[in-house]
């Protein structure tokens, strides 16, 4: 079953820290891995897209990497600031688009 | 980058009465968009596909009376809920591929639809 999985579910930090989320993957056929950021009553805004030979892609102050043997990406985030408060959607694409759950992550001052 | 315009976003109807749903593609020509639902603290579930000229197809458990889909131009699909009940409230999400399609093709969302039905 094609599935993807993000942890952690939840996140809050200060401004100005630095952040990774995780995500996990089992898809098949693997063509790509997306990340995208949705703030709370809006459609998603891609960051990242990574195909299989790919391992890392950065986005501004957002660094994606792959590790396709592991199936395994995360999305780091640099110098955090309030506006990154929103969810991070791990997408993986098996012919149609495989979403997970979406990390939030909150950004207080 | 490309826009995708979804309107409204947000409405309230009353149960039993129909609601329609706009995605447009303003800067680029989109064979085929997509209808995404999405609850609360929950993933984007694909509902549909919607191609140009031809018939949508649904996914599996998704009636296709209930929720019709129209893709008459190349920049423009709806998705109209017909005779809508409380339970149908929900965010409705609607996506364009933009160029030859491929699978590395990125995937351009409207701002979404917050529909509750009263």
């Known amino acids: 079953k094609n599935q993807v999985e993000q942890s952690p579910q939840s996140l809050i930090i200060l401004e100005g820290k630095n952040c990774t989320l995780q995500?996990?993957?089992?898809?098949?056929?693997?063509?790509?891995l997306r990340w995208y950021k949705q703030d709370t009553g809006r459609g998603p805004v891609s960051l990242t897209i990574?195909?299989?030979?790919?391992n890392t892609k950065s986005n501004g102050r957002y660094t994606a990497t792959l590790d396709a043997d592991t199936k395994q990406s995360s999305l780091h985030i640099t110098a955090s600031q309030l506006s990154d408060s929103a969810s991070y959607i791990c997408v993986a694409r098996a012919g149609g688009l495989i979403f997970g759950t979406g990390t939030r992550l909150q950004v207080f001052p | 980058g490309a826009v995708v315009s979804q309107h409204p976003s947000r409405v309230i109807c009353k149960s039993g009465t129909s609601v329609k749903i706009e995605c447009r593609s303003l800067d680029f020509q989109a064979t085929t968009m997509f209808w995404y639902r999405q609850f609360p603290k929950q993933s984007l579930m694909l509902m549909a596909t919607?191609?140009?000229?031809?018939?949508?197809?649904?996914e599996q458990g998704v009636e296709k009376d209930k929720f019709l889909i129209n893709h008459a131009s190349l920049t423009l699909s709806t998705l109209t809920v017909t005779s809508a009940h409380p339970e149908d409230s929900s965010f409705y999400i609607c996506s364009a591929r933009r160029g030859i399609r491929s699978l590395n093709t990125e995937a351009f969302f409207g701002q979404g639809t917050r529909l509750t039905v009263v």
């Open positions: 919607s191609n140009e000229g031809s018939k949508a197809t649904y």
């Open positions: 990574m195909t299989f030979s790919e």
């Open positions: 995500c996990n993957y089992t898809v098949s056929p693997f063509s790509n």
